[in-house]
DNA sequence: GATGAATGAGGCTTCATTCAT
DNA sequence: TATGAATGAAGCCTCATTCAT
C-alpha cells in the first residue's frame, strides 16, 4: 500500500495496536452493513477512538476497506495453504476434494458477510478487483502445483483447477446462506464433491 | 410493484415512455458507475427528463434500481425460456449442455455489467436478494421439469440443476470479463460442458 | 382581489362553479392539516380537477388561501350580523352577552380548524394579517353601533367592545378544542360572559 | 429531550456554546420570518457555523424549534415567577393586576415575534401544541397558589384565573403589535387591569 | 377551458474529511 | 498522537408553477 506522506506508518507497539483496532472494526462494521451503510464515524466508534486520528493511519474510506480486505485474504488463504500443507502422499483426489470443500465452508462461515461486502465493491473498484483476480490466479497456481506434487495430473490444470475453485466458492456462499429452502445442502456437497472428482480423474 | 398513490401508474403513451427511459436510463447509468456511483439527478439527464418527473413515476432511488432489476430478469430468462422451449426429443444432455453455456454467456455479453450491479447490491438489500432467489428457484424448477421432459432424470434433480446453475454462472461472469490470463476460456467453456454433462448422466 | 391579466375571473356559471370547488376543497385541506402541510396538487385533486387549471383560477396556491379566508370571513360574520340584526329593544347586556357567546361558540365548533391555519399565518403574512385586522376593525365597528342603538353606553367602547371581542373569541378557541381537563368549560363560559357584562354596565 | 445517540449532548464549553449559538440564531430567524420562511442553511449561517455542525447537535429542523420555544418558555415564566415572587402580604388584586399586565406587555415585548412563530405552530404540531397547553396548565396552578396564599380566593378559582390569562396575552399581543389605530391602547390597558380586577373581587 | 406531465429551484440531511486544541 | 467539533459539498426528494396537448 503507498500510504502518502501524510499517513503514518506506524512503528510503536500501540500505534500498531490502534490500527489494528480500527481494521478490526471496520472489518466488523463492513460485514454487517457493507460499505456504503456506514460511516467513518461509525467505524471509530467501533474501534474506540476518535474519528480523526482514523485519517492518521488510513488515507480515506477506502484504504481501510483496502485493509479489510488483507485480513479478508488472509483469513481465507491461511487455512487452506495450512490444509494443502497437510495433505501428503499417498492421497487421492477423492479424498481432497470433500477436505477442501469442507475446509472451504468452515472458511465462509466466517467470513461471508465480509464476502459479500468486499465481492459488491470488486464491480465498481478495480483495486478491489484487482486483488480478488490476484488471490484467485494464486491460489489455481498454489492448488495446481499441491495436486501434480501429489500425482494428480491432467491437460489444462489451471483451468479445471480454477473451475473446481468457482464451483467450490458458489456452492460454499449457497450453503452459509441456506438460502433455497427447496435444496438439501448436504446432498449437494456430495454431488459438489464428485463433480470435482471427476475434473480430476 | 406496489406503487403508492402519489406515483403515477402510467397510462398513456406519453407516460409509458417516459417511464421506459427512466428505467433505460437507469439501466445504463447503474450498469457503467453502479448503483452508489450516481445520483438521481444523473439517472433523469440520461433519460433527458428533469429530476422532478423521476419522482412522478418512482417512489425513490431504489425503485429506479427494481425495475431496472425486473428488465434484468426479463432480459436473462426470455431467451433461456425461448431456448429451452426449442429443445425437442431427440436431444441429449451432450447437446443441451453446450447451447444452454453458449447462451448464458451471451446473455452475459450483454447484461454483465447490471449484473454486476445487481448483485452488489442483494448483499444489503433484502428485497433485490429474495428476487434473486426467486429467479434461481424458479429457473432451477423450469429446467428440472424439461430435462425431466426430455428424459434426463437422476435422483436429487434440483440439487444438480441448481449446481449446474452456479457453475455456468460463474462461469460465464469469468469468460465475459476475461479475468485472467492464464485461463483459456475456451478450452474452459468444454470442460464446464463436460462437468455439466456429467451430472446428469 | 387585483387579479392580474392571466387569471380568469369567472363569468360563465360551469366557471365559477369550477372555482368555488377549488375554494371549498382549499379550506377543507387547509382546515386539517394547514398551509404547509399541503399541496396544490392535494388541493386539485379535492376540487376534483387538474392541476394545472387551478392556475387558471387563482395567481398561485396563496391565492386560494385569501378566497378561503374570504369565506372563512363570511362564515364568521353573517351569522354574528345575523344575531344583531335579531336584537331589538328592549334588550339589555345580560341577555346580549350569553348569546353572542354561545354564537361565536357554535361558529368556531365549525370553523376552528381552519381559524388555527389562517391565524398561523397572520404571523407572516401581512396581508392576511391585514384581513383579520380589517374584521376586528368591521366587527368592533358595527358591534359599538348596535350596543349604541341599543341605548348601551359607555365611554371608551371601542376598546371595550374590542376587549369583549377578545375574550368570547380566545375563550371560544379554548372551548371548542377542550385543551385543559382540569377546565370547567360551562363555568367558564358564565364568567366570561360575567366579566363581559360588567365591561357594559 | 431524548436526544438520539447521534446527536451530541454537549459537555464542553465550546460545544455548549456552539448549541446556544445555534438555539439563538433560531430564535432570531424563526422571530423574524417564521419557521417556513426559514431554511438550516440561514440559521446556520446566523449562528456563523456550517450547515453540518447543526445536525450534530439537533436531529432536525423542528428540534431546534423545541429548543427555541424551550427559551421562550423560560423568558416567559421566569420573569412572571419572579414577579409573583415578589408579591408579599398585605397586597389586593387592585395593585397586583396592573403588576401583572405591565410585566406581561414587557415580556410580550421581547418575546412577541417568536411566540407568533410557535403559537402558528401549535396549530399542526401536536408537540408544539402540548408544550403551550403545559405552559398554561402551569401558570393556572401556580397563580392560583399565589392568590389563595395571599388571601384572594373566590369559587371557580382555575376557571377565572386561566380568563385571565387570557384576557391579558391576547391584550398584550394587540399591545405590542399596536394592530389598531383606532383603539387608545393606555385606556384599554386601565379597563383590562379593571376586567381582571372583577374577577376576583 | 381542461388535463396532467414536466420543470427545476430549493429544502433537508448526511458524511468523508480537516482542523483547532 | 489523539480528540471530536466543524466543514461544506453533494445527495435525495418535494412542490409551486408552467406547458404541450
Given at each position: 500500500m503507498a500510504t502518502s506522506g501524510k499517513i503514518r506508518e506506524p512503528k510503536q507497539e500501540r500505534s500498531i495496536e490502534t490500527k489494528k483496532k480500527i481494521i478490526n472494526a471496520g472489518y466488523e462494521v463492513f460485514s454487517s452493513v457493507g460499505y456504503y451503510g456506514t460511516n467513518t464515524a461509525e467505524i471509530a466508534k467501533a474501534a474506540g477512538v476518535?474519528?480523526?486520528i482514523v485519517y492518521g493511519y488510513f488515507k480515506d474510506k477506502r484504504d481501510i476497506l483496502l485493509c479489510v480486505l488483507d485480513i479478508y485474504i488472509d483469513n481465507v488463504t491461511k487455512p487452506l495453504y495450512s490444509l494443502m500443507a497437510d495433505?501428503?502422499?499417498?492421497?487421492?483426489i477423492e479424498d481432497l476434494a470433500p477436505a477442501v470443500v469442507d475446509e472451504v465452508i468452515k472458511i465462509h462461515e466466517t467470513n461471508s458477510r465480509i464476502h459479500n461486502t468486499l465481492h459488491s465493491l470488486a464491480a465498481t473498484d478495480d483495486g478491489v478487483n484487482a486483488r480478488f483476480s490476484e488471490l484467485e490466479h494464486k491460489m489455481t497456481t498454489k492448488l495446481s502445483a499441491k495436486l501434480n506434487h501429489l500425482g494428480i495430473d491432467k491437460p489444462d490444470m489451471f483451468e479445471r483447477v480454477h473451475l473446481a475453485m468457482n464451483i467450490v466458492q458458489s456452492f460454499a456462499h449457497e450453503y452459509v446462506f441456506?438460502?433455497?429452502?427447496?435444496?438439501?445442502y448436504p446432498k449437494m456437497r456430495d454431488i459438489v464433491c464428485n463433480s470435482i472428482i471427476k475434473l480430476f480423474v
Open positions: 476518535s474519528t480523526g495433505f501428503t502422499l499417498p492421497i487421492g441456506d438460502k433455497h429452502q427447496y435444496i438439501d
